[in-house]
Structure formats: C-alpha cells, structure tokens
C-alpha cells in the first residue's frame, strides 16, 4: 500500500531568495508601511497647523524637540525591553498608543479646543512610543527572514518606507486641506491598522532570548564601543542628518519662499521620499556589493549639495528636485548603514543597539529640527539651511579620516562573521564569535 503523499507547506516550497511569499516579512511590511505614512500624515498636520497658531520657526524647532526628549530619556530601556520581551507585542502597543493619541488632536479640532501645548503633549507621546517602536521592529526583522536575505529586505524596506514618506505627505496636504480633523483621524486610523498587522505576525518566527552575560541595559553601548566601523556608521547619520536637515523649515519654504499652500507643503515633504523610493528600487535590482564604504560616504556628500541647492532655491519646481536628489542620496547610505549595523550584532543583542541606533537617528532628525529651526530664528530660513549642508559635507570628510576601516569598507559578507565582544561581569569584555 502506497504512503500517502504528504502537501509541502507553503515554507518549504516558497524560492528561498524571495521575500514575496514569506507571510511574515509581508505581516511586517505592512504594519512598517501603515505606521509610517500615519506618521508622516500627522507631521505634515503638526508642522502646518503650529505654524498656522505661531508663525514662528521657532515654535517648528520645537515640535523636534518635544518629539526627541522623551526618545533621549527612554531610549537605553527600551532596548533593554526589545531584548527581554515579545517584540511583536511591544510594537502593537506602540502603535495603538500612537493612534489614540493623533485620535486625540482630530477630536479636539473637531471640537475647537485645540492648541499649542496640547499639540506638543500629543507629540511628546508620539516621541516616547517611537522610542520603543523602532528599535523594536529593527530587531524584529533579522529574526523573521534568512541572515542571507538582510541586505534584500533592507532595500525593500527602504522602497517600502520611501513609497509611504512619498503617499503619506501629500496625503496629509490633500486632507489638511478639508481641516486639520481630517487628516488627523486618518493617520490614527492608520496607527491601528498598523498595530493589526503586527499583531498578526507569527509568533514562531520571533527571536529575544537574551544571551548569558549580556542583560546590561548599556550592553548596546559597550558592544558599538568595541565596533569602530559600527560607531562611524551610527555616528555619521547622526552628525551629518543634524547638521543638513532642512525639513523642520519647509513650511517657513512653501508659506514665505515658495508661497504655495498645503498641497506645496505636501510636494516638499514627498520630493525626498521619491528620489529614495527611485534609488531603493534600482538598488532592490541591482545591489550594491563592492566598494560600499565609499558609496555611502559620497551619498552623505550628495546629500549636503542638494541642500546647498535647496537652500538657495525660489523655484518649487528646483526646490522638490533638489529634494528628490537629496532623498536618493539618503537612501544609498541607510541601505549601507542598517545591514551593516544588523549583521555585525548578535540578536539577543539587537535590541539594545538597534535602540541605541535609534537615539542617534532620532537626534538627527528630532534635535535636527530643532536646531534647524533655532539657527532659522537666529540667522534667517535661508542662512540656515546653507550652514547645514556646508555642516554635513564637512562631518563626511572629517569622518573619512576617523573611521578608515568604514571607508574602506568593501563588502557587506565580512560583517556577518566578526568576532564581538561579549559584556563581562566586571564591566570588561571578551572577544568571542557570534
């Protein structure tokens, strides 16, 4: 009598270098993509409306402040907690805090109490979750998918993040225009739908389990100490973006410079994400595999020109395609920066570091802001956003000269098979293998 023939599952038959059938890379793409463009939606809707109630740059400048201090605060715990707990849980958490919160601002338009504070209150929230949300999904992704497969899932994730920055800025100009309700209540909508997805991702594909001798909150701190290229590579993002992002101020650009409406504010805010969506795509197809060090510095370079470029544009039509260049330049580098980043750590130490990476985005970006937005009060719109392009061509060279092993970093496959070191009892530490 015959065996009976027994079905394959779905994982034993799916190409193993395809991310398309891989259900829980898919789970984790949409709960990615939905988060940022609720995300991006609200930012539009924060900038626009606070500079609508202050006409001041530096009330703008604060929105990145008020967004950064909680993510300074928490940010060492929670890597601590993305190493320790279900990260799947931590990021529906998150992501449904978030959406009560931006829920929050569409009811208090619809019912005209709203104002400054509780604009910054609702933003400080944002801040504290995202503290733990994206170090959490940072982590979470290298356990869902092959080692092999990080650097393919890194560029489809760029693509995927750039398509929303792309959909979620004009979104959120288009619903703006209809009253700052509505484009509130859409993006908390979005922040719940984001949290369902994430909640869906299978739990048998999660890995945290914490590493004998590695329970230290600044474990992350004292294995990017022992990583030269790994601190240049976190350290670069964080001077270069701080110093260059102009963000903060377009919309003082479409008011006062360009004067365009909403809809202007939204073309600005997506240029960037399309030049990084175009580049992910070509990258997507054609990887990047030699020579990588060298690339992400010129993307840095690049990406200071064009904001020289923008800076000194009048022209909307030059102002979004010196936003499209800088965009793609920022893409080349962050697809270099995160495998590189991921694959040099152990995962019960991804955490950890992946929140560690976070602060140092989330100070260029936040704190970006708000130094962009103090120089602007100082100095003017204009004279700012030249300074931080002059700033951010000047970090990449100074950084070429301190961080030559990231330089003359070649290949992606060496960083998978560094020994580490591993955080000792006594605060020292051993050179082991991952």
Same mark, same amino acid.
């Given at each position: 009598m015959k065996s009976p023939v027994r079905l394959k599952n779905v994982d034993d038959v799916r190409?193993?270098?395809?991310?398309?059938?891989?259900?829980?890379?898919?789970?984790?793409?949409?709960?990615?993509?939905?988060?940022?463009?609720?995300?991006?939606?609200?930012?539009? !809707?924060?900038?626009?409306?606070?500079?609508?109630?202050? #006409?001041?740059?530096?009330?703008?400048?604060?929105?990145?402040?008020?967004?950064?201090?909680?993510?300074?605060?928490?940010?060492?715990? !929670?890597?601590?907690?993305?190493?320790?707990?279900?990260?799947r849980l931590i990021v529906r958490t998150c992501q449904g805090v978030m959406g009560l919160a931006v829920g929050l601002l569409a009811l208090g338009n619809f019912t005209g109490s709203v104002h400054?504070?509780?604009?910054?209150?609702?933003?400080?929230?944002?801040?504290?979750?995202? =503290?733990?949300?994206h170090p959490t999904m940072s982590a979470l992704l290298p356990g869902l998918i092959e080692e092999s497969l990080l650097p393919k899932a890194a560029a489809r994730m760029a693509s995927a993040t750039q398509t929303a920055f792309i959909i979620g800025p004009a979104l959120g100009g288009l619903l703006y225009t209809a009253g700052p309700t509505a484009a509130y209540t859409a993006a908390a909508s979005l922040f719940i739908s984001a949290a369902v997805f994430s909640t869906l991702i299978?739990?048998?594909?999660?890995?945290? =389990?914490?590493?004998?001798?590695?329970?230290?909150?600044? =474990?992350?701190?004292?294995?990017?100490?022992? @990583?030269?290229?790994?601190?240049?590579?976190?350290s670069l993002d964080l001077f270069a973006v701080l110093l260059g992002g102009a963000t903060a101020l377009l919309p003082v650009y479409a008011r006062d410079i360009l004067h365009t409406g909403p809809w202007g504010l939204g073309l600005?805010?997506? %240029?960037?994400?399309?030049?990084?969506?175009?580049?992910?795509?070509?990258?997507? @197809?054609?990887?990047?595999?030699?020579?990588?060090g060298h690339k992400m510095f010129a993307g840095v370079i690049v990406f200071g020109i064009a904001t020289i470029i923008f800076?000194?544009?009048? =022209?909307?039509?030059?102002?979004?395609?010196? $936003?499209?260049?800088?965009? %793609?330049?920022?893409?080349?580098?962050?697809?270099?920066?995160?495998?590189?980043?991921?694959?040099?750590?152990?995962?019960?130490? #991804?955490?950890?570091?992946?929140?560690?990476?976070?602060?140092?985005?989330?100070?260029?970006?936040?704190l970006g802001e708000f130094e962009s937005g103090v120089t602007a009060a100082l100095l003017g719109t204009v004279p700012a956003?030249?300074?931080?392009?002059?700033?951010?061509?000047?970090?990449?060279?100074?950084?070429? #000269?301190?961080?030559?092993? $990231?330089?003359?970093?070649?290949?992606?496959?060496?960083?998978?098979?560094?020994?580490?070191?591993?955080?000792?009892?006594?605060?020292s530490a051993r050179l082991t293998n991952k």
């Open positions: 190409d193993p270098n395809s991310l398309l059938g891989h259900r829980p890379f898919i789970l984790f793409w949409f709960a990615r993509v939905f988060t940022a463009i609720a995300f991006q939606v609200s930012t539009v !809707a924060v900038g626009w409306q606070v500079y609508a109630l202050t #006409r001041s740059p530096f009330a703008l400048g604060m929105v990145g402040l008020t967004q950064f201090l909680p993510m300074l605060v928490l940010t060492v715990a !929670a890597g601590h907690v993305a190493d320790r707990y279900d990260r400054t504070a509780q604009i910054y209150a609702v933003v400080a929230l944002i801040g504290a979750c995202r =503290s733990f949300e299978p739990t048998g594909h999660i890995t945290s =389990s914490p590493a004998k001798g590695s329970n230290s909150l600044f =474990s992350g701190i004292t294995f990017i100490r022992s @990583r030269p290229a790994v601190l240049g590579a976190i600005l805010r997506s %240029a960037p994400a399309l030049g990084a969506l175009s580049m992910s795509i070509i990258i997507a @197809r054609c990887p990047m595999q030699r020579n990588i800076g000194l544009s009048t =022209s909307l039509i030059l102002s979004i395609s010196a $936003l499209v260049v800088l965009g %793609a330049a920022d893409v080349v580098s962050v697809v270099i920066r995160m495998p590189l980043v991921q694959l040099a750590t152990p995962d019960p130490l #991804r955490g950890r570091v992946s929140a560690v990476n976070s602060l140092f985005v989330g100070t260029s970006n936040q956003v030249l300074i931080g392009g002059l700033g951010t061509i000047a970090v990449a060279l100074v950084w070429m #000269r301190l961080f030559p092993e $990231l330089l003359q970093t070649d290949n992606f496959a060496i960083w998978s098979s560094l020994p580490f070191r591993t955080p000792c009892a006594d605060g």
